[in-house]
């Protein structure tokens, strides 16, 4: 039974009927149920979002267009190759059983697995949408609308995974109950919401609360920016739709925080602006394309923002530049501190990548960021998200020198990178910059930086030894400085981090 996700444990890239742990959904909104196309019975009017005296009235208006997906799946176990397609099942599964009792008997004989999740229809022309992890690996998908009785056969339209979305289609001979997008952005913590679902393999089960907290990161993908809702959500509610008092759907509800696996009140729904971005492309083309630039971003730190004399930490830093992306050509540098994309703030490094991907691909749009302490606007052609992208580096040679000297307002041991140094701790031969080989554990550094790390820069300036080192820290204390701006690279990933120096 694909469903809820609990703990956030599990990646979103395994099948739908593994019961994985948080992964990331969609929401899709709309304001009210159309019987007969294409009648939608339009919102409240703005201001209308009373507290009701109960929930009665919404519920009957909104449930005849929330509809259950029941998946199939034909499970086979090769004698001599051991189990194939076996979902892997989170602790305190109700399949736990079944599966062991499958892999005990061990005769090769096929089994047929069903599982149960929810869904809504979103148009007059029988399109439904539900989490991608309800329906993946599935062979076979209906759709069972409100009334328990009529099941029709769903045709797949397209999936993706990264927002775990998935759109699929239905023939109806008679009008299908519909609903139409909400603005996900004017919903307000604190504000009621009520979720529709399958919870359980129940049916259509109603449960109401408040919006607890919105652009929650759960650690389930780039596009984390979950609606929190304390309304009571289970297994079987992921896909369904979470509702505002207009009944607009603001939300998708797909995973929630569970250490037993029941609702605790903690359960996460997508945004449905972001979702109506998903939909269009997979009604339209049956694939999502997303917007890049070409850039490795971070967050901005308090100490970051102290040694770039920023005035706080809203943005995005640029820890490194694709070599010929859109970014190397429009000018960004590492270093640059990105806070405004196509006209949108960027608050962080966790807003940026959303709003990239949801730029038309080949549009080009304006670039706001923080150089030197100075703001400049700059112009970029956004590309095509490949699915794997590289950022490549090009250095200079290496000084030969194996001696090693302490930073002390760093708390580092630092050594000039050599053949040797590479060999020890495993470097690619491009990595340039000074080798730490001994870290304070009770210094500035000493949870940031590890024996192995190569310092690249001390305030934007390459350093190749020690020396170097010490002469741009004394170089930013003359100027009144009291943190240093760091360019650290570990395992082939460069990131900057910020740290408070005091004199010697």
């Known amino acids: 039974m694909p469903d809820i996700r609990q703990n956030f444990s599990l990646s979103r890239s395994k ?3 593994r019961l994985r742990s948080a992964i990331a959904a969609l929401a899709l909104a709309w304001p009210g149920i159309a019987y007969a196309q294409p009648q939608i019975v339009p919102p409240a009017p703005p201001g209308a979002e009373t507290t009701p005296a109960d929930f009665s009235d919404l519920a009957e208006r909104l449930s005849s267009a929330v509809v259950n997906i029941s998946t199939s799946q034909t499970l086979r176990q090769d004698p001599a190759r051991g189990p ?20 005990d008997r061990g005769d090769g004989t096929p089994r047929r697995i069903t599982s149960l999740g929810s869904g809504f ?24 609308l409100n009334d328990g009785v009529t099941t029709l056969p769903a045709e797949l339209i397209g999936t993706d995974e990264k927002t775990d979305l998935a759109l699929l289609r239905v023939d109806s001979a008679t009008p299908l109950p519909s609903a ?3 603005d996900s952005d004017s919903a307000r913590v604190g504000q009621w919401v009520v979720a529709i679902g399958n ?18 990161y759960i650690n389930a993908g780039d596009y984390d920016d979950f609606i929190q809702t304390d309304a009571s959500i289970n297994r079987g509610n992921s896909g369904g739709p979470l509702f505002n008092m207009r009944g607009e759907v603001i939300g998708v509800n797909s995973a929630i925080y ?26 339209d083309t049956g694939v999502v394309s997303r917007g890049m630039i070409g850039v490795r971003i971070q967050s901005v730190s308090a100490e970051i923002a102290a040694s770039l004399d920023l005035a706080n930490t809203r943005g995005a830093l640029v820890s490194g530049v694709t070599e010929g992306g859109p970014a190397a050509a429009a000018g960004i540098q590492e270093g640059d501190v990105i806070i405004s994309f196509d006209g949108r703030a960027v608050q962080d490094d966790r807003t940026l990548p959303r709003i990239v ?27 095509r998200l490949p699915d794997e992208v590289v950022a490549a580096n090009d250095n200079d040679p290496l000084p030969e020198s194996n001696a090693a000297e302490d930073s002390f ?24 910059g000074v080798l730490v080989v001994d870290v304070d554990i009770n210094g500035p550094l000493g949870d940031k930086v590890m024996p192995g790390d190569v310092l690249v820069e001390v305030a934007r300036e390459v350093v190749r030894t020690p020396e170097d080192v010490e002469a741009k820290i004394d170089t930013e204390l003359a100027a009144g400085r009291g943190a240093v701006l760091l360019l650290i690279s570990r395992d082939g990933e460069q990131s900057y981090l910020g740290v408070r120096i005091a004199p010697r």
Not at 374 to 381: H, S
Not at 409 to 432: F, H, I, M, Q, S
Request: proline letters at 6%; a negative charge.
């Open 409 to 432: 307002r760093l708390g580092l041991t630092l050594e000039p990178l050599n053949d040797d140094a590479r060999a020890r701790y495993d470097l690619d031969a491009l990595v340039e």
């Open 121 to 144: 229809i979103i148009d007059n022309e029988g399109y439904v949408v539900t989490n991608n992890h309800v329906i993946e690996g599935a062979d076979e998908i209906s759709v069972i």
């Open 15 to 17: 099948p739908s009927l």
């Open 180 to 182: 139409i997008f909400g």
């Open 199 to 216: 919870p359980f393999g129940l049916g259509g089960t109603v449960t109401a609360g408040i919006i607890s907290a919105r652009n929650r």
């Open 84 to 103: 194939q397609n076996i979902p892997q099942l989170p602790e305190d599964s109700p399949l736990q059983d079944f599966f062991d009792e499958f892999l």
């Open 258 to 283: 569970s250490p037993t696996g029941g609702s605790v009140g903690i359960g996460f729904a997508i945004p449905s602006n972001e979702v109506r971005h998903v939909i269009a492309q997979l009604k």
């Open 357 to 383: 991907a949801e730029t038309e691909v080949g549009t080009r749009v304006p670039v706001e960021v923080v150089r030197n302490g100075q703001t400049r606007t700059l112009e970029v052609m956004v590309a």
